[in-house]
């Protein structure tokens, strides 16, 4: 049975319970009277002079401003680690992840205060959020209940709408997950024409193995689809596919980069088709080393050339650096929109970035960046726009800002991203603790995935840490035998001999 929350319960009848934290003037108190915590501050009860989590007390409880707080409070009995809980390192702060969204779980609810369009939940359920500062205080901002990911809709029919439809390709979207799904005709014999944006269907989320990418198979166009507001509903009468109408011939696009799905694919060769130009373009393995199998059907990005020299028998535009979509694409969704990610490596003139928002490493280079001269760090937090220039295939960061720096004084910076060749331990100060300083996320807890694990050890990622994070049984007794690649976890970041190791990890 449950127990009542304590919103329900503002008697002054004297209850007891332990304190569950308190710094500076005010906590928490849990109590097996209620469920939650409830607040404690030393301005209602001037008769304490503090308190320490594990402490057991008496209190009352007490409607203040509109909220239940605890009063009358009486010390009990102390708690017996007292000391040791006083004298701890505080919690870390979280002011360099600012701007970054994250996925947690609510501990208590009070009121929402800057999410107030936020639906109903209960403690303990999860969600996401993204970082805000508000003066000297930050808040989870922008919270909203988490959907199911594609992964845990694998195998399951559902119902949604077309976002997009091209040629032969195009995207769905549902209310049972967030982002889009991938749809293509070649996938989908049992459509005979291309599907309309706005359209309702239902399909099932199916999981191509090949390129590890999710996709709607046994797709059907369903009109008793609910569709959300604002989802723009197809139009009797209107072209399937106007883009059609603009495209060029295929002599014109020699050099750039298009993207299309492929018609037909047999033997090392076949045929590709896109909206950007009439026709069937030529693709051969030989003149794509490292080719992926490829299917009918499957979205690729690729590069129109010139077989040959023009004019002779061989002078025909043909499909080169061809990709999967779903590989190619993974910065071209993002180009010319603002995103926040971390530097992973950065040396001279140049370096990498990794951000949740897309998958691989991102160039960044101070040519286009020059601003930021003085380079970067691997673990810089950073803002940034994704460019790509006109006809060339390559994607790079631009507009480059720094939210978070590992070093953040300009003489260090400069020495650690390669002014110097190598950076000098300051005075008074061994090797250990420099590390610590430069590496800047000592202390911190962070959420991540586990991407590999063997044996007794492994590695995990985060969006908010650059690279691999070590993490082992050694450390996390309490979880062996429980570790499986993929799984997320939450975890803390200590450094012993000079390397980072999550610790304290939690299965989420």
Same mark, same amino acid.
Request: glycine share 12%; proline share 6%.
């Given at each position: ?35 939650? /915590? ?26 203040? /401003? ?111 997950? /967030? ?330």
């Amino acid at each position: 049975m449950k127990r009542p929350g304590v919103a329900n319960d503002s008697s002054h009848r004297v209850k007891r319970g332990r304190v569950r934290s308190f710094s500076g003037q005010w906590g928490f108190i849990n109590s097996p009277e209620f469920s939650g /915590d409830l607040f404690v501050g030393l301005r209602r009860n001037p008769q304490l002079s503090g308190l320490a989590p594990g402490d057991e007390v008496d209190f009352a409880v007490a409607e203040v /401003d509109g909220k239940l707080e605890a009063t009358e409070v009486q010390l009990v009995r102390l708690n017996e680690r007292r000391e040791e809980v006083l004298t701890a390192r505080p919690m870390a702060q979280v002011t360099h992840l600012v701007g970054q969204r994250f996925a947690g779980n609510v501990r208590f609810r009070d009121s929402w205060g800057r999410n107030p369009d936020l639906e109903p939940i209960l403690a303990g359920d999860p969600v996401n959020f993204q970082v805000a500062e508000d003066g000297d205080q930050c808040h989870a901002d922008s919270a909203t209940v988490p959907k199911s990911t594609l992964s845990d809709l694998h195998g399951r029919h559902l119902s949604g709408w077309v976002k997009s439809f091209k040629g032969n390709w195009g995207l769905i979207q549902s209310s049972h997950f /967030d982002g889009d799904l991938f749809v293509g005709l070649g996938r989908n014999p049992q459509l005979k024409m291309p599907l309309v944006p706005g359209e309702g269907v239902t399909f099932l989320v199916n999981r191509d193995e090949r390129a590890g990418k999710f996709q709607a198979t046994e797709v059907q166009s369903d009109t008793s689809v609910d569709i959300p507001p604002g989802v723009a509903r197809p139009i009797a009468g209107q072209p399937e596919d106007g883009a059609r109408q603009e495209a060029r011939e295929l002599p014109e696009l020699v050099g750039e980069v298009c993207a299309g799905v492929v018609k037909s694919f047999r033997d090392g060769w076949g045929f590709v088709n896109s909206d950007a130009f009439v026709g069937d373009l030529f693709l051969h393995e030989g003149s794509n080393p490292g080719l992926p199998r490829l299917q009918p059907g499957d979205p690729v990005e690729f590069v129109v050339q010139l077989q040959g020299k023009l004019g002779t028998a061989l002078g025909k535009p043909h499909a080169t650096n061809v990709k999967l979509q779903s590989q190619a694409t993974s910065f071209s969704r993002w180009t010319g929109q603002l995103c926040s990610g971390t530097v992973k490596k950065f040396s001279g003139e140049w370096g990498f970035i990794v951000s949740p928002q897309f998958e691989g490493d991102l160039f960044v280079g101070t040519r286009s960046n020059p601003h930021i001269s003085g380079g970067l760090l691997a673990g810089d937090i950073v803002e940034f726009e994704v460019f790509r220039e006109k006809g060339k295939e390559a994607f790079e960061a631009v507009k480059v800002r720094v939210l978070s720096s590992v070093l953040p004084l300009p003489s260090l910076r400069r020495q650690a991203s390669g002014g110097t060749k190598q950076i000098s331990t300051p005075a008074n100060a061994s090797a250990k603790e420099f590390s610590r300083k430069r590496f800047g996320q000592e202390g911190q807890m962070l959420t991540g995935t586990i991407r590999s694990f063997k044996g007794d050890w492994g590695f995990v990622n985060s969006p908010a840490f650059a690279g691999d994070l070590f993490i082992g049984t050694k450390s996390n007794r309490h979880l062996a035998g429980r570790f499986t690649e993929g799984a997320s976890v939450r975890f803390l970041i200590d450094i012993n001999s000079g390397k980072a190791e999550a610790t304290q990890v939690e299965l989420i």
